[in-house]
């Protein structure tokens, strides 16, 4: 059973910095995406990287949020710099294998689909 917990939300003041953390219990024998989403109307992603380390972004976070992974603590981090009122959502870290479960075959993980979902964490960023 994958389980995932996120930690690090709260209020900041607009050019400020917060980091979000997600740590993951669970396994997919190496081969997994793990994403960070935030929801204002929809729950859109915010970041993604895969096993092998490989990332994309949103545009609207571009150069200003990094993700990254530590896999001997099975912790999935954001590093949120240069903090703006629109950043203010509530987020949510998602993981799921990177194989398709059809084929086998690798998917993008730069999807909504993720099967496995944390709680959410708040972040509120005033101007």
């Known amino acids: 059973q994958v389980q995932l917990v996120e930690s690090g939300g709260g209020s900041m003041q607009a050019g400020g910095s917060l980091t979000l953390s997600c740590v993951v219990s669970g396994t997919f024998d190496g081969n997994d995406c793990l994403a960070w989403f935030h929801q204002k109307k929809e729950r859109e992603a915010v970041a993604v990287i895969d096993s092998n380390g490989t990332t994309t972004y949103a545009d609207s976070v571009k150069g200003r949020f990094t993700i990254s992974r530590d896999s001997s603590k099975n912790t999935l981090h954001l590093q949120m710099n240069m903090l703006k009122p629109e950043d203010t959502a509530k987020y949510y870290c998602?993981?799921?294998?990177?194989?398709?479960?059809?084929?086998?075959?690798?998917?993008?993980?730069?999807?909504?689909?993720?099967?496995?979902w944390g709680q959410g964490t708040q972040v509120t960023v005033s101007s």
């Open positions: 998602a993981a799921d294998s990177s194989l398709s479960p059809s084929s086998g075959g690798r998917r993008s993980c730069w999807t909504r689909f993720y099967r496995y």
